[in-house]
């Protein structure tokens, strides 16, 4: 017979455990390309963190930020460990990341068939172009840009995605106060500026063609206001250089300026008339105010506009409904006509718009309501089947609702 033995030592510790766990996210509205943001969801309380982001660099924040230098795809590995109470764990993941690719792109602003400036050295119109970004599901502002030359801008190294672009004249320019702003292509507001989609670097050509403002009457008449911040924003946003619209009757853009730090904005030397002021903030929604200009008002003073972030790029982002101005909209789904149900409790101008999933105002009217309850018939035979977004202002109650409507 025969026997063996043999001894090791083993060493027992508290038990602990760690888990690593992460997510990355990609920072789209950032200027510099290949930014990435990463976010340690490990488990265990681990207190030490090695990130390797497979182009040779390291880090050992626990979340840190980190910017590729060249696209491609890499593989990220986070590693957590702990030591506590004499216990210890000790635990790594990963991931394959591929960056997006970037693009370069550009376009040209007009006014009529030449663009703002035509000789090489003529710098009389100076333009600012305002670069947005769909984000999920909003406008957000990416990128700013001043040019002049033969009216050409230019962007560089943006990521693929959806795109709107804003083009303005800025003051001291020979046609500013002749010419507003407009989006491409030939919009004078966010909610009709054709999306662009950046995916190759052939796209030189994104070019917006300056709206000439109608006429205006001078006169002794004046409008003044603020901008506020509204629904869903965040108490820090300013209404600071945002662009307000002077309306006419017939909706013609007649003036236009820029808020001051405080959101405040004034219209002076104005004939008497009916007049609209419309805030075009871009990405954002805000009321439509109606007012008139006579001896006996010949001034309008401390107009408040809200200007609310709960505005949408698609039909999933409205929450709003007030049912004091909007009491029934039927049948549901319509084919032929809608029926819309009002409830101003005065005589007064109720403007209409019909938004496609978009985001776009495909169709608009003002309607006068002789009657504070009325129904408003609306024919939407001329519309693609689909949902679509029913926006009712009344210009002198102020108030907004807002129905999804299916048209079969």
């Not at 957000?140 to 840009?145: A, G, S, V």
């Not at 001329?382 to 609702?401: D, H, M, R, V």
Request: proline share 3%.
């Amino acid at each position: 017979m025969c026997f063996d033995e043999v001894s090791k030592w083993i060493y027992v510790t508290d038990s602990i455990s760690c888990e690593a766990d992460f997510t990355v996210e990609l920072d789209t509205l950032n200027n510099t390309p290949r930014v990435y943001l990463f976010e340690d969801n490990s488990t265990g309380n681990p207190e030490y963190w090695l990130w390797e982001f497979g182009d040779g660099q390291l880090s050992f924040e626990q979340n840190p930020v980190h910017t590729y230098e060249e696209s491609g795809t890499y593989l990220v590995c986070l590693t957590v460990s702990s030591e506590d109470g004499g216990g210890n764990c000790f635990d790594t993941t990963c991931q394959t990341i591929t960056t997006p690719e970037y693009f370069d792109f550009g376009g040209q602003v007009f006014i009529g068939d030449y663009p703002i400036n035509i000789e090489e050295n003529d710098s009389s119109n100076s333009a600012v172009a305002y670069l947005y970004r769909r984000y999920i599901n909003k406008w957000e502002l990416m990128d700013t840009r001043e040019f002049w030359r033969f009216g050409y801008y230019w962007f560089t190294e943006k990521p693929t995605g959806e795109y709107i672009i804003r083009t303005d004249l800025l003051s001291g320019s020979l046609e500013y106060g002749n010419y507003a702003p407009v989006y491409h292509n030939n919009s004078s507001y966010w909610t009709g500026a054709d999306i662009f989609v950046l995916d190759d670097n052939e796209q030189f050509a994104i070019n917006t063609n300056l709206k000439e403002v109608a006429e205006l009457q001078a006169g002794i008449g004046h409008i003044d206001g603020n901008l506020e911040v509204g629904l869903d924003c965040h108490i820090s946003i300013t209404m600071e250089d945002e662009l307000v619209y002077l309306l006419n009757s017939a909706n013609q853009i007649v003036d236009y300026t820029y808020t001051d730090e405080f959101g405040g904005f004034v219209f002076s030397g104005l004939g008497f008339g009916s007049y609209k002021v419309r805030a075009e903030v871009t990405g954002k929604s805000s009321q439509v105010v109606g007012l008139q200009l006579d001896e006996s008002t010949p001034t309008v003073n401390n107009i408040i506009i809200p200007v609310d972030c709960n505005s949408f790029v698609s039909t999933e982002e409205i929450t709003i409904e007030n049912t004091d101005l909007l009491r029934n909209v039927f049948p549901q789904p319509a084919s032929d006509f809608i029926n819309v149900e009002l409830n101003t409790g005065i005589s007064s101008t109720v403007y209409f718009e019909i938004i496609n999933i978009e985001g776009r105002v495909i169709w608009s009217q003002e309607i006068q309501q002789t009657d504070g309850n009325s129904t408003i018939k609306i024919n939407v035979k001329q519309f693609n089947t689909g949902l679509y977004l029913l926006k009712i202002s009344g210009l002198e109650s102020q108030k907004t609702a807002v129905k999804k409507i299916i048209i079969n």
